[in-house]
C-alpha cells in the first residue's frame, strides 16, 4: 500500500457526516440555519482552529480579487472562513475522499457552493495549471508527505507571481523519539515530519522567498489548556469538535501531542514565503 494511500485512510472516518448531523440537532440547530462559526470547531483540524487560521491569514495580504488555493483542505474549513469573511474564491484539494465529499456538503449547507471548490487529489501532483491562483496556504499538512520538495515545487507552479504562501505546520524541533498516536499519524508509518530548516531550504529550492517564521509553541500549549478545562467545566466534549474526526482516539492524540510539545520535540510553526515577481 503506498503511503497516500495509509495516509487517506488514516483520516477516513465512515459516517462522518452522519456524525456531523448529529452534532448539528444537539446544538439545537438545523442545516437551514447553520453558520460557519458553528461549523468551525470541526472543520479546522489543526492546533488552535479558527483563531489560529486568522492568524496566519492576516500576515499574507490576500485581496479579494485573489483566487486562493487550500492544499492539503481537510473538510475545508480555511477554504470556507476565507470565501466567507474575505469573500475570496478559495478552492481545496486533499487526499481523503470522505472529507472532500463531506466538505462540499458543509459548502452547500452554508450557502458557499458557488465560491468553494473541494477536490480530491494529492498535493504532490494538482490537477491545476500553471500560475492560476494568487495566494495559497497550508495548515498541517506537510506531517504526512515525505517529499517536500515536490510539494513546494507544485505549489510555486500554480502560483502567480508576487503570490504569498502560508504554511502552518507540526515541525521537528530536535531529535528524539516521539509518542504517537498523534492526530497525523497513527504511528510513525504515516509521520513525515521534518525541521524548520528543512521546509525553508525546499521552500527556497522550489524559488520562494523567505519572508517570515514563527513558533507558535506556546499558543499551542494554551490552547491545549483552555480546551481541556472547557471540557472538563462541561463535563465532557461539546457536541461539534474534532473528536467527530479522531473518534475513541481523540484523548490520547491530543496528550501525545502536548507532551511532544512540551519536551521540546515539536511545535506549530508558521513560515510565509513570496513567489518572486
Same mark, same amino acid.
Given at each position: 500500500?503506498?503511503?497516500?494511500?495509509?495516509?487517506?485512510?488514516?483520516?477516513?472516518?465512515?459516517?462522518?457526516?452522519?456524525?456531523?448531523?448529529?452534532?448539528?440537532?444537539?446544538?439545537?440547530?438545523?442545516?437551514?440555519?447553520?453558520?460557519?462559526?458553528?461549523l468551525a470547531a470541526v472543520d479546522e483540524f489543526h492546533i488552535g482552529?479558527? *483563531?489560529?487560521?486568522?492568524?496566519?491569514?492576516?500576515?499574507?495580504? =490576500? !485581496? @479579494?480579487?485573489?483566487? #486562493?488555493?487550500?492544499? /492539503?483542505?481537510?473538510?475545508?474549513?480555511?477554504?470556507?472562513?476565507?470565501?466567507?469573511?474575505?469573500?475570496?474564491?478559495?478552492?481545496?484539494?486533499?487526499?481523503?475522499?470522505?472529507?472532500?465529499?463531506?466538505?462540499?456538503?458543509?459548502?452547500?449547507?452554508?450557502?458557499?457552493?458557488?465560491?468553494?471548490?473541494?477536490f480530491q487529489g494529492s498535493a504532490l501532483s494538482m490537477p491545476f495549471?500553471?500560475?492560476?491562483?494568487?495566494?495559497?496556504?497550508?495548515?498541517? *499538512?506537510?506531517?504526512?508527505?515525505?517529499?517536500?520538495?515536490?510539494? =513546494? !515545487? @507544485?505549489?510555486?507552479? #500554480?502560483?502567480?507571481? /508576487?503570490?504569498?504562501?502560508?504554511?502552518?505546520?507540526?515541525?521537528?524541533?530536535?531529535?528524539?523519539?516521539?509518542?504517537?498516536?498523534?492526530?497525523?499519524?497513527?504511528?510513525?508509518?504515516?509521520?513525515?515530519?521534518?525541521?524548520?530548516?528543512?521546509?525553508?531550504?525546499?521552500?527556497?529550492?522550489?524559488?520562494?522567498?523567505?519572508?517570515?517564521?514563527?513558533?507558535r509553541r506556546e499558543f499551542a500549549l494554551e490552547f491545549f489548556n483552555?480546551?481541556?478545562?472547557?471540557?472538563?467545566?462541561?463535563?465532557?466534549?461539546?457536541?461539534?469538535?474534532?473528536?467527530?474526526?479522531?473518534?475513541?482516539?481523540?484523548?490520547?492524540?491530543?496528550?501525545?501531542?502536548?507532551?511532544?510539545?512540551?519536551?521540546?520535540?515539536?511545535?506549530?510553526?508558521?513560515?510565509?514565503?513570496?513567489?518572486?515577481?
Amino acid at each position: 500500500m503506498s503511503c497516500e494511500k495509509r495516509v487517506a485512510e488514516h483520516y477516513a472516518h465512515g459516517s462522518l457526516l452522519g456524525d456531523i448531523r448529529v452534532a448539528i440537532t444537539k446544538m439545537g440547530k438545523t442545516v437551514e440555519n447553520l453558520t460557519l462559526e458553528d461549523l468551525a470547531a470541526v472543520d479546522e483540524f489543526h492546533i488552535g482552529g479558527r *483563531v489560529a487560521t486568522d492568524h496566519l491569514l492576516d500576515q499574507l495580504n =490576500f !485581496s @479579494e480579487t485573489n483566487a #486562493i488555493i487550500d492544499v /492539503g483542505c481537510g473538510l475545508g474549513g480555511a477554504s470556507r472562513h476565507i470565501a466567507g469573511k474575505y469573500h475570496n474564491r478559495v478552492t481545496g484539494i486533499d487526499l481523503t475522499q470522505e472529507y472532500i465529499e463531506v466538505g462540499n456538503v458543509l459548502c452547500s449547507w452554508v450557502g458557499l457552493a458557488k465560491q468553494v471548490d473541494l477536490f480530491q487529489g494529492s498535493a504532490l501532483s494538482m490537477p491545476f495549471e500553471d500560475r492560476v491562483f494568487d495566494g495559497a496556504i497550508m495548515l498541517h *499538512v506537510g506531517m504526512n508527505i515525505e517529499d517536500k520538495h515536490t510539494l =513546494f !515545487s @507544485e505549489v510555486y507552479r #500554480i502560483l502567480s507571481a /508576487g503570490a504569498y504562501f502560508g504554511v502552518y505546520d507540526v515541525m521537528r524541533l530536535k531529535d528524539g523519539e516521539l509518542r504517537y498516536p498523534v492526530p497525523w499519524a497513527s504511528d510513525i508509518s504515516t509521520s513525515r515530519l521534518a525541521s524548520i530548516n528543512h521546509y525553508k531550504r525546499a521552500l527556497s529550492h522550489a524559488g520562494f522567498e523567505l519572508f517570515f517564521e514563527n513558533s507558535r509553541r506556546e499558543f499551542a500549549l494554551e490552547f491545549f489548556n483552555q480546551m481541556q478545562a472547557k471540557t472538563r467545566a462541561a463535563g465532557g466534549p461539546p457536541p461539534m469538535g474534532l473528536h467527530l474526526l479522531m473518534q475513541e482516539s481523540t484523548s490520547a492524540k491530543f496528550n501525545n501531542l502536548v507532551e511532544n510539545i512540551k519536551a521540546d520535540l515539536v511545535a506549530p510553526v508558521e513560515i510565509i514565503v513570496r513567489k518572486p515577481e
